[in-house]
Structure formats: structure tokens, C-alpha cells
């Protein structure tokens, strides 16, 4: 009978390679040379590190798993915020340092590239650290639909997810226009007022897939202006933004340059016809999913619109949606 620890290097690699991580870390156990194969940052390169940062957790932990030989190469990074209510004043001051250390040492590591802090509090980190976005960075979630409550009362006071300041939202845009890497930016429950319309626009069209809520009047305006000209946005998900003062022309001419638009907000019936018609005439989208608020918002919209246009946009879409929470 064979003896299966004997098999050759690439062959134990391959097979490690198919495994799950849970079974990759019990493998490891089996014998010596198998968890030298399975200690090769190749076989973590994909691994999500989820660093659950606590009262008790220090700096040294972080640079520890920075340094070891399995997890060297990996790419993707998971900030969760697990600190006590700190007693006191110097409490906090203590817990905004090592959040702040910790997360330098992880935004700055020359690996990274994904980085999810949904729900992370980064209020306290220095404005300038996150002016220079990390070289590889590709995704960066600051707000995941999956992982937060999406009902109506729960967003409408979910900007302390992260708790950007408008000066880290000014800083933060100008690192990604800076930095070329950048395809995703999921940060729909941030308060983006503060940064300059122009900027925002600039951001957004350079990016592959883009999320964001509650977006000013002039920001809007020039989101879509800018799309309607020249963009690189494939998707685009906008939540709680007021579009009435966007002109229908240039609405529908920037959507149907996309791939895929979710539009949660209320949108005029002259917008959301244009955008229909624009999809018989030319256009990119694959799916178009609209959802009002309320019910009345959307029986006026679709009642003021010819069912033929609605049901010949239903056969050339892969997914188009109308509709409402409530």
C-alpha cells in the first residue's frame, strides 16, 4: 500500500491547491513536508485575513502575521471593530492609537490588494495616510450590502458605519485619482458632501464599480455629466440621491453607457422614460433595476409610461426591474 505523504512536491501542491482553508490547515498537520507546502504564501495568496481588533490585540500581533511565511503574499484584508466601550477619555485615546497603527501597517503593506472596514471606525486615522492609496489597492469596501441592515430606518442613520470625516473623504478621493489601480469603491453609507463636485466625478468614471449614497445636488450633476461624455463605470449602484435637477437627455445618455444601474431613489417619469427609450435606441445595459421608496412613487412613474415601451425593454434587458420597498 502506498504511502501518500511521499507524493511528489507538485503533485501535493496541486492537490493542496483544491482545498478548502479549513482542510488546508488540517492537511498541515498530517506530517512535516506537507506543512512545508502548505505554509507557501502561494497556497494563502487568496485567504481573506479577518482581523478582529480588540482591546487586547496590539501592534506586534499584526506585524507578526505581516511577517510570517504563510500569510506574506496574501491580498486581502478584513478591519473589524471588536473594542469596548472605553471607561474613559484615555481610554479612548488609547484605542484610537492602536486602531491607528494597525491600520497604517495594513493600508501601507505592499500586498494589499482588497480591503473591506465596513463597520470599521476609522475616524481617528490621520487624514494623510489615506491621501496615499496602497499601490495594488484594486477593492475597496467601506459599506457591503451584505454585511449591514438595508431597511429604510436603519440607513438613514447608518453614516457611523466608519465614520469618515469630510477631511479623510477629501483625502481619500484625491488618493484614488491619484492611483491607478483602483477598479472597485463600495462607500454608500459615508457622508461625501465635503468633497468637490468635479473630484467625485472624476473618481467615479475612472472606476470599474462604484456604490454611493446620498450624493449633493452639484456632485450628482457633474457624476452624470462627466459618465455621458467619457467613463470607464461598468456598474453603478446609487442610493437615497435626489435626481430631479439632473437633465433626462443627459440621465439617459450616461445610464445606458453603463452595464448595470441600481437605482434606489425616485427619479422623475421624464428620466426614467428617456432612459427606456434610450435602451431601444443604443445601449450597454444589461440591467436596470429602479426601486422607489414608496409604492405611490412608482405606480405614477409606470402609470405615465406606455406599457409596449416597458415590456420591449423587459425582452432586450437580462434583468430590468421596477419597483418599491414599500
Known amino acids: 500500500m502506498s504511502d501518500i505523504t511521499i507524493l511528489p512536491m507538485e503533485m501535493l501542491?496541486?492537490?493542496?491547491?483544491?482545498?478548502?482553508?479549513?482542510?488546508?490547515?488540517?492537511?498541515?498537520?498530517?506530517?512535516?513536508?506537507?506543512?512545508?507546502?502548505?505554509?507557501?504564501?502561494?497556497?494563502?495568496?487568496?485567504?481573506?485575513?479577518?482581523?478582529?481588533?480588540?482591546?487586547?490585540?496590539?501592534?506586534?500581533?499584526?506585524?507578526?502575521?505581516?511577517?510570517?511565511k504563510r500569510f506574506s503574499q496574501v491580498r486581502s484584508w478584513k478591519l473589524v471593530d471588536c473594542f469596548r466601550n472605553p471607561e474613559n477619555r484615555e481610554g479612548q485615546r488609547r484605542q484610537e492609537r492602536t486602531k491607528s497603527q494597525i491600520f497604517k501597517l495594513i493600508w501601507q503593506h505592499s500586498t494589499?490588494?482588497?480591503l473591506n472596514i465596513t463597520g470599521f471606525k476609522i475616524s481617528c486615522i490621520d487624514p494623510e495616510v489615506l491621501s496615499v492609496l496602497p499601490p495594488k489597492l484594486t477593492h475597496l469596501v467601506m459599506n457591503d450590502p451584505e454585511q449591514i441592515d438595508l431597511?429604510?430606518?436603519?440607513?438613514?442613520n447608518a453614516y457611523e458605519l466608519t465614520g469618515l470625516t469630510s477631511n479623510q473623504a477629501k483625502a481619500l478621493?484625491?488618493?484614488i485619482k491619484a492611483q491607478d489601480t483602483l477598479t472597485d469603491l463600495l462607500i454608500s453609507e459615508d457622508d461625501l458632501t465635503g468633497v468637490n463636485p468635479d473630484l467625485l466625478a472624476t473618481v467615479v468614471n475612472k472606476l470599474v464599480k462604484v456604490?454611493?449614497?446620498?450624493?449633493?445636488?452639484?456632485?450628482?450633476?457633474?457624476?452624470?455629466?462627466?459618465?455621458?461624455?467619457?467613463?470607464?463605470?461598468?456598474?453603478?449602484?446609487?442610493?437615497d440621491t435626489e435626481l430631479s435637477y439632473v437633465d433626462?437627455?443627459?440621465?439617459?445618455?450616461?445610464?445606458?453607457?453603463?452595464?448595470?444601474?441600481?437605482?434606489?431613489?425616485?427619479?422623475?417619469?421624464?428620466?426614467?422614460?428617456?432612459?427606456?427609450?434610450?435602451?431601444?435606441?443604443?445601449?450597454?445595459?444589461?440591467?436596470l433595476v429602479i426601486v422607489f421608496w414608496e409604492k405611490w412613487?412608482?405606480?405614477?412613474?409606470?402609470?405615465?409610461?406606455?406599457?409596449?415601451?416597458?415590456?420591449?425593454?423587459?425582452?432586450?434587458l437580462d434583468e430590468f426591474e421596477i419597483s418599491s420597498c414599500a
Not at 437605482?263 to 440591467?287: G, H, W
Not at 406599457?307 to 425582452?315: A, N, R
Request: proline letters at 3%; aromatic letters at 8%.
Open 13 to 68: 501542491e496541486s492537490v493542496f491547491g483544491h482545498l478548502s482553508w479549513p482542510n488546508l490547515a488540517s492537511a498541515m498537520r498530517v506530517c512535516r513536508s506537507w506543512k512545508e507546502v502548505g505554509e507557501k504564501p502561494i497556497m494563502w495568496r487568496e485567504f481573506e485575513l479577518v482581523a478582529n481588533i480588540t482591546d487586547e490585540m496590539n501592534v506586534e500581533d499584526v506585524e507578526k502575521t505581516l511577517r510570517s
Open 112 to 114: 494589499l490588494e482588497m
Open 151 to 156: 431597511s429604510y430606518e436603519a440607513r438613514a
Open 173 to 175: 478621493f484625491s488618493g
Open 211 to 239: 456604490e454611493l449614497r446620498d450624493v449633493g445636488f452639484d456632485q450628482i450633476e457633474a457624476i452624470f455629466s462627466s459618465m455621458a461624455q467619457n467613463s470607464k463605470l461598468k456598474t453603478f449602484v446609487l442610493w
Open 248 to 287: 433626462a437627455d443627459e440621465l439617459a445618455a450616461a445610464v445606458n453607457k453603463l452595464q448595470n444601474f441600481y437605482l434606489y431613489c425616485s427619479p422623475r417619469k421624464e428620466q426614467v422614460e428617456k432612459i427606456l427609450r434610450q435602451v431601444l435606441v443604443s445601449t450597454c445595459l444589461k440591467r
Open 297 to 316: 412613487e412608482e405606480k405614477h412613474v409606470i402609470d405615465g409610461i406606455p406599457k409596449e415601451l416597458i415590456s420591449e425593454v423587459h425582452q432586450k
